[in-house]
Every structure is written in structure tokens, then in C-alpha cells.
């Protein structure tokens, strides 16, 4: 195996839209720099990222994958990634252990919504960027419009390195305007340029010269003298612009046709930085400070991705900053605290594993079958302990109730949740007691569709995935006092119980509470807790739709007995009996939970996203501005958004985004109440 140090290992993301061809792209550089024998197609489902069955099925990367290959002497670890936002949590994990980023982008379709967010997820992690625009063999092809959108939305340092030959059916190859060489065909061969051509690639190139030229004082003298840069001038000023996010190259080719891939890799090859230039950042205890990349420092490697598996177990992808890790060795888990048995270490190609000793400070990899570590933890060794800082997945946004389809998959589905949300830190499960359904939330609809699949292709746990019940409650707005007598005469000893109760509400968020004034033995002591208990057990299902009581005090004030036919079970059951009878005449109500919701949009939607509030009995608290876009702050009862990530991507082209987290209960309104009552009561009908 060929051994690869810090300077001459390249990671990079591959980012874009989806439907841009990130896939493709990827395929056709693996093709082109031998690491594999024939080109897959995304139609087929043969493409080496796309192997997963769900992606197969789909046509689309729902996962991150390694693509590493060999290009003159140097490697180049590609990540590809989805292009769906619901699966934003890999793009995430993939620019964090990354030092470039190449961003996609269709020469028909042009800057759409998931390239501004790419963009700004890469600008996030600090990635030194290149801008490929693809498919300029297909219909509607046009350079000079996507040029334009590229500077217009995403910033004036996008700037041209190469030019394309014709378009669509006529696209024909590709001018280098750094060296001014014109490549045609498919391996590139260099031919003369076309004169007609001669004209455009000088005013470009003369772009490009001044942007370099503007990077550089010494280069800026130089040029603004009327002396002409050299090609290695261009070159070294070129690179110090790209990882300074000055410049950002933009190139142009065909993954299908692989036009311009050979570029393209000795782009990255030669512009994009190596590991040994990026330093990370890392706490050792004494607070957080950067470690240098070194091969022969303490070991540091971060784990970013974590795949389960039924057959070869859980699959740990790390990314090794400093130092080496070794096959069949033992480290320790700096999160966790605990040593971690190291076993076979592996290259991943997709799915495809190859055997290696070891890793190298820079490089990617993956080991089998590790006991307690997960994603986000750090790998070190035990003299020299550090945790380096971890990435930060976004919060879940849309939720499911999780139900099992048969009682077989009851006894499984608690385990295959917990191996899907170790799988993906984007989603999360939990219990609603209040509504007794296991709540399971994601980015999105196709984020739980796909996890409710894997659940069952991967752990074979069959479920049904449906909008979660709204936990309401129930209370009272006035004092009341009932009275209730359990009795019955069979033959033999009776049934006696009899209670005075007095109920109250109490302020929000209170909970319920029962008290005992009691004077004089009316109710004996032995009695009072099966009254309690009784009460406690009527305090489940109120009287106006069945949901719990809250904020309630219910006083045991008086009663009586027989000391003969009275019991426990009497005093239980009329303890349930005066709760019931006196909610019924205090006036009870519906509470409704309530959401604090924080949503970020594009300044020229926030009309759109007011008024659709608006519809959603919310009440608008305040409103930001933030770099472009409004922060709307607002409350909003948790029945009119369950939903609502569906209906911000759709108002809002997936250009909007929120955050939302519980904030009280209160009452609901009379309709809303009615609406509820009749809902229920048709549902016990049925």
C-alpha cells in the first residue's frame, strides 16, 4: 500500500443541489483516476456511493460515502453526499472532517435553493472552495447565465479557471484559461484553440489575472506596473486565494461524458489545501486550543459517521488528525472516558472494504464493531488525552408517532429505534406519556419514510408512521365541592363509601394535587389514601374528551362510613365518583399546548411566512434582521404545527428554517374545543 503523508492527502466534500450530479461526478473521478474499472450509472443503481438499497430505490444519496482515489502522487479522499435537505446531518458530518469542498452545480437549472445552503454549510466549516459546473451536454445548458447566478447569489469571488466550448449537443471541451490551453474530447487531448474563441477567453483570462493579481500586494504591484504575471506567479497566488475564500474557481464539464474531471482532480490536486495546512481544534482539559496535524504527534482522530449493520455489525467512520492509529490495537475514548479495542482498520470505496495497517494523520477510515464509541467522540491515546471539538447536527424539526404492526414487531421496534438514532444523530425518539405513543422526529417526511424502511430492511421491524396525537389536557376554571356515595346491598356484607371533595384550579404548569382536611374520623385514616388513589386514578381521563387533568387541587374535606360494609375499594371508588361529578359542574375547559417557534426566512418571503402564521392562531412576539434574512419569533398552539416543516419548505422553496420547543399550556378556544369533543366521541363510536 502506497503511504500518503499530511501534504500529499486531499479531503473533500462534494456538495450540491440535488440532481446536480454530485454522484456522477464522483463515478466519473473514480473512473478516471483508476480506482475503478467500469462507470456506474445512478439510473442503474450501479454507481459506487449510491449502494445502499433505499438509495438504489430512490435514485438518490441519502448517505455520505468515501470515495478515495490516487491522482499524481497524491490522494484524494472525496466524500460524496446527499442533496436532499432531510439528510443534512451527513453534509454536516462530511464538512467537518474536510479541508475543500467542491460544489456542484447544473449548467441548466443553474444556483437553485440547495446550493446557497451547501454554500453556506461549507462557509460554516471554513472550507477552501470550487465551484464545477456540470452537465453542459444537456438541454438548456447555458455557462454565461449560471456564471452570472454563481456571482450574483453566492459572491463576486466566484471566478472563472476554464471556459466551455459549446453547449448541449455541441459542447465540444474546454478552455484552460490559466495556461490558455484549449482540451477537447474525452480523455482531454490539447488541441488549437478555435479563433472565434481567441477574443472571450483573453477578456476572462484578464478577469482572472486581476482577481490573483488583488490577492497578493507584491503580485498587485506588479500587475497595476503593466508587467505580465507568470504562469507560476498565477498559479501560487491562485492557491493562496483559494484557501483564503478570495477566489473561488469556478470550472465547467460533463460527469456523464467525463469532460473535465481530469481538470478538475489536478484542481484539487494542486489548489485545494492539504490536512497538514488546517489546524483543529481540540480540548485537553485546560480549555480549547489548536492542535497541529502531525503524524508523529499524540493520537487524535474524530469519529464522524456510525453505520449499524444486522450482519457485520456497527461500521465506526473517523477521520485521524494527529498521529497513527493502528490495526488491532487499544485506545481510549476520550468522550466516554473508557479504552476501545481497536480490530482490522479499513479504506472504505462505498461499501467495498480494503484491509489496511494503518492510518496516518490526514486520512479517513473505518473500523468494525466498536463497544462504546459513537459519533462525535474522539479516539485518542490514554498519556495523551484530547477530545476534539465535535460537529453540531441541527435540531429534529418534524416528529411521527412510531406504531408496530404486529406484536412481534412491539418486542424489536425498541431496539431498532435506538440503532437508528446511534445510525443518525438527526433523529431522535422518544415516549409521549401523556399520549402513549413512542414520537420518533427527523429533518422531514422522506427522513422518517426512510428510517421507517431501514427499520424494517435492516432489523425487520415492520411499523406504521403517523401524524402524533396532540397531548391535551384538561381542568377546571371555578371552585366546586361534591359529594359522592358508593353503596350497594348484596346479601351478606355491603358496599359503603362516602367522600365530600372540594375542587379548585390552580395556576398553569401546576400539576394536580390532593389534600386531606378531614376533622373528627368522618372518613378514617386507613381510608383517606384509597380515596387519593381513587382520585388519582379519575385524574387520568377528564370529563370533556377523556385527556388528563391538570393543574387541579382536589380536598378530602368530609365523608362517612360503615364499620361494617366500608373498605378500601369503597373509598377508592367514591373518590373517583366526586372527582368525575364535580369537574362536570366547575366548568371545565381544554389546555392546549403552546410553542415558542423561531423561524428564519429570506427577507422577501417574511410576508408569506407572517400571514400563513396569521392562519395558525399564532401571536408574533418580535422580528430580527440577520444577515439577509428575518428571525420571526412567535407562539403557536403545538395542533397547527405538527406539520409545519412540510409547509415552511413549501412556502419558502426550502429557503426557510426553524427551531421550536415547548412553551406552556392554555386554554384552547370554544371551537377549537367543540371540533376536539366531537373528534372523540366519533372515535369511540367507531
Not at 482539559?285 to 464522524?304: C, T
Not at 453505520?307 to 466516554?336: C, E, H, M
Not at 490514554?382 to 404486529?406: E, G, L, W, Y
Not at 367514591?574 to 426566512?601: F, H
Amino acid at each position: 500500500m502506497e503511504r500518503y503523508g499530511l501534504d500529499t492527502i486531499r479531503n473533500v466534500v462534494l456538495l450540491s443541489h440535488s440532481g446536480a450530479g454530485k454522484t456522477s461526478i464522483g463515478e466519473a473521478i473514480l473512473f478516471t483516476a483508476g480506482a475503478i474499472t467500469r462507470l456506474g450509472k445512478v439510473g442503474d443503481g450501479t454507481t459506487t456511493s449510491d449502494y445502499d438499497p433505499d438509495e438504489v430505490k430512490r435514485g438518490m444519496s441519502i448517505n455520505l460515502a468515501l470515495l478515495p482515489s490516487q491522482w499524481q502522487g497524491t490522494k484524494i479522499n472525496l466524500i460524496d453526499t446527499p442533496g436532499y435537505p432531510d439528510f443534512v446531518g451527513e453534509v454536516k458530518a462530511a464538512t467537518r472532517v474536510s479541508e475543500g469542498a467542491v460544489i456542484a452545480v447544473c449548467a441548466a437549472s443553474g444556483v437553485e435553493v440547495g446550493t446557497e445552503q451547501v454554500w453556506a454549510y461549507s462557509g460554516e466549516a471554513n472550507l477552501a472552495r470550487l465551484v464545477f459546473v456540470n452537465k453542459m451536454d444537456r438541454e438548456n445548458a447555458d455557462f454565461h447565465r449560471t456564471l452570472e447566478a454563481l456571482r450574483s447569489r453566492l459572491g463576486p469571488m466566484c471566478i472563472p479557471v476554464q471556459l466551455p466550448v459549446g453547449a448541449h449537443t455541441s459542447f465540444q471541451g474546454i478552455v484552460d484559461l490559466l495556461a490558455m490551453k484549449y482540451y477537447a474530447g474525452s480523455p482531454p487531448r490539447e488541441a488549437e484553440m478555435p479563433s472565434s474563441l481567441q477574443a472571450e477567453a483573453g477578456s476572462f483570462r484578464e478577469k482572472l489575472v486581476e482577481a490573483v493579481a488583488e490577492i497578493d500586494d507584491r503580485l498587485l504591484e506588479k500587475y497595476l506596473g503593466g508587467e505580465e504575471l507568470s504562469l507560476d506567479e498565477l498559479k501560487a497566488g491562485l492557491r493562496q486565494g483559494v484557501a483564503t475564500g478570495k477566489v473561488v474557481p469556478v470550472l465547467v464539464g460533463s460527469a456523464l461524458q467525463s469532460a473535465g474531471i481530469t481538470l478538475l482532480l489536478d484542481m484539487v490536486r494542486e489548489y485545494l489545501p492539504s490536512p497538514r495546512e488546517r489546524e483543529v481544534a481540540v480540548d485537553s482539559g485546560s480549555g480549547a486550543q489548536a492542535l497541529k496535524p502531525a503524524e508523529d504527534g499524540p493520537l487524535a482522530a474524530l469519529v464522524f459517521k456510525t453505520t449499524a449493520d444486522p450482519y457485520v455489525g456497527k461500521l465506526t467512520y473517523f477521520r485521524v488528525y494527529s498521529g497513527v492509529i493502528d490495526s488491532n490495537s487499544q485506545v481510549w475514548n476520550a468522550t466516554k472516558g473508557e479504552p476501545e479495542r481497536i480490530g482490522q482498520l479499513f479504506i472504505m470505496r462505498g461499501k467495498a472494504q480494503e484491509p489496511v495497517p494503518q492510518l496516518r494523520a490526514g486520512d479517513i477510515g473505518a473500523v468494525a464493531k466498536l463497544n462504546v464509541t459513537g459519533t462525535g467522540d474522539t479516539l485518542c491515546s490514554r498519556d495523551n488525552p484530547v477530545k476534539i471539538v465535535p460537529m453540531q447536527f441541527p435540531v429534529p424539526v418534524f416528529s411521527q408517532a412510531v406504531h408496530p404492526r404486529t406484536k412481534v414487531d412491539v418486542d424489536k421496534m425498541g431496539t431498532a429505534l435506538s440503532r437508528l438514532t446511534e445510525e443518525g444523530p438527526t433523529l431522535s425518539v422518544r415516549r409521549d406519556h401523556d399520549t402513549n405513543e413512542t414520537i420518533l422526529s427527523g429533518m422531514g417526511e422522506t427522513h422518517l419514510d426512510v428510517a421507517a424502511e431501514k427499520m424494517h430492511r435492516k432489523f425487520g421491524v415492520a411499523v406504521e408512521m403517523k401524524t402524533p396525537l396532540v397531548p391535551y389536557k384538561e381542568t377546571i376554571t371555578i371552585t366546586t365541592r361534591a359529594e359522592y356515595k358508593h353503596r350497594k346491598q348484596t346479601g351478606g356484607h355491603g358496599q359503603y363509601g362516602h367522600v365530600f371533595l372540594e375542587l379548585e384550579p390552580l395556576p398553569r404548569s401546576s400539576g394536580t394535587e390532593f389534600a386531606d382536611k378531614v376533622v373528627g374520623g368522618s372518613v378514617p385514616k386507613n381510608y383517606i389514601p384509597a380515596v387519593e388513589k381513587g382520585v388519582n386514578e379519575a385524574l387520568r381521563e377528564g370529563v370533556l374528551a377523556g385527556y388528563p387533568v391538570a393543574d387541579m387541587r382536589a380536598t378530602l374535606y368530609d365523608g362517612s362510613f360503615h364499620p361494617v360494609d366500608s373498605s378500601e375499594i369503597c373509598f377508592k371508588i367514591a373518590g373517583a365518583g366526586a372527582l368525575k361529578k364535580g369537574m362536570a359542574q366547575a366548568q371545565p375547559v381544554l389546555l392546549e399546548p403552546i410553542m415558542n417557534i423561531k423561524v428564519t426566512v429570506p427577507e422577501n418571503l417574511t410576508g408569506d411566512i407572517i400571514g400563513d402564521l396569521n392562519t395558525k392562531r399564532a401571536r408574533l412576539h418580535g422580528m430580527s434582521p440577520s444577515d439577509g434574512h428575518n428571525v420571526i419569533e412567535a407562539q403557536v398552539p403545538l395542533a397547527e404545527v405538527l406539520r409545519y416543516a412540510i409547509d415552511l419548505r413549501s412556502l419558502t422553496q426550502g429557503r426557510g428554517t426553524f427551531t421550536m420547543e415547548f412553551s406552556h399550556y392554555e386554554e384552547a378556544p370554544p371551537l377549537t374545543t367543540q371540533k376536539i369533543i366531537a373528534e372523540k366521541q366519533a372515535a369511540q363510536k367507531a
